[in-house]
């Protein structure tokens, strides 16, 4: 597996800010995914981040919300804009290595008051 | 899209009992189903997974099984202990050659509670 490292780990935001989150790996990887965990609940795909072309976005989620760079095969960004309160969750980067097998960065906790 | 079922959502054992958490899935061309342990406040971890031309794959204590057939699959746990206690999540994917480029759908997740 790949170790694979998220910053920040939390933030506290106010609303109609924007945040962006940096996810890195030691290695490089065929894919990575952007996931929302909102309280309590399970995992939600926000986007496939596609090197060197636009983001994939999963139904309900949009770039202009969540814009997604990556510019090589190691790094991605997640930029949450304009936030409320509704945005407070949990945001994973997840990496696949070659194969299916997605592993998980230690992930963002977001607060929008 | 895929959808994918999860129960139940929250099973509590004692210890050394075994636990069983069962996933349904709706696309038939899924074809790689992963199970994740989530514990409190930490990222979900991979432990153990099983592609659709195999029906049972144990890893000690821990065993999935497949039916493609009923588009179902189940995570046992057996001689289960406290450390246990997590949240689990399925998934489904077809795969990262598929057309949706190996994105997994998950279940809505299991809380286990394994009492001493």
């Known amino acids: 597996s790949a170790v694979i490292s998220q910053k920040p780990s939390r933030d506290i935001c106010q609303r109609g800010t924007s945040l962006t989150i940096q996810c890195q790996v030691d290695?490089?990887?065929?894919?990575m995914f952007w996931y929302r965990q909102q309280p309590g609940q399970s995992l939600t795909l926000i986007a496939t981040a596609n090197q060197g072309s636009e983001a994939t976005y999963e139904s309900g989620f949009v770039i202009d919300k969540f814009p997604i760079s990556r510019p090589n095969l190691t790094f991605s960004t997640l930029t949450v804009s304009n936030m409320s309160p509704e945005d407070s969750s949990i945001y994973l980067c997840s990496v696949a290595i070659g194969s299916d097998t997605q592993y998980f960065g230690p992930g963002t906790r977001l607060t929008v008051l | 899209g895929e959808n994918v079922e999860q129960h139940p959502s929250t099973l509590s054992v004692q210890e050394g009992d075994s636990a069983v958490i069962k996933c349904t899935y709706s696309?038939?061309?899924?074809?790689?189903f992963p199970w994740y342990k989530q514990e409190l406040g930490k990222r979900p971890q991979l432990i153990i997974d099983i592609r659709s031309n195999v029906g049972e794959k144990k890893d000690q204590r821990i065993a999935v099984t497949l039916n493609k057939t009923a588009k179902h699959f189940s995570l046992h746990i057996t001689e289960t202990q406290p450390e246990d206690s997590a949240v689990y999540f399925c998934a489904a994917s077809d795969g990262a050659g598929g057309t949706s480029y190996g994105k997994l759908t998950f279940g809505q997740g299991t809380i286990l509670t394994v009492h001493p």
């Open positions: 696309d038939s061309a899924s074809n790689y």
């Open positions: 290695s490089q990887v065929t894919m």
